[in-house]
């Protein structure tokens, strides 16, 4: 089992950055990739951007050039930078992981807001 722990989340105007924070614990030696999805109000989970073992990236058109994911191996943490932040980025982001298993973390609310 793995264990998923956001955090990070806040109300941001337009145009500014957050740095979401995922931190792993548990079996975590067999994750492949790490990402996150968001969530908004009466809208189907989403990819936002996932990083592989080897560090491989990708990301939804909307967050490219925008949005950076990253990992530390050492903290078993992965992270989300956000910046230029857009009214449709408010959503719940999760967290998640891919081994042997899927894993999902518990959310943090994302509000870009005036």
């Known amino acids: 089992q793995v264990q998923l722990v956001e955090s990070g989340g806040g109300l941001v105007q337009p145009g500014g950055s957050l740095r979401l924070s995922c931190a792993a614990s548990?079996?975590?030696?067999?994750?492949?990739?790490m990402g996150w999805y968001r969530q908004a109000p009466g809208k189907q989970r989403e990819l936002v951007a996932f990083i592989t073992s080897s560090g491989s990236t990708n990301y939804a058109d909307s967050v490219k050039g925008r949005f950076t994911i990253s990992r530390d191996y050492a903290k078993n943490t992965a992270y989300l930078q956000m910046n230029s932040l857009k009214f449709e980025d408010t959503a719940v982001y999760y967290c998640n992981a891919l081994g042997s298993g899927h894993y999902w973390g518990q959310g943090t609310q994302v509000t870009v807001s005036s």
């Open positions: 548990g079996s975590i030696a067999g994750i492949y990739s």
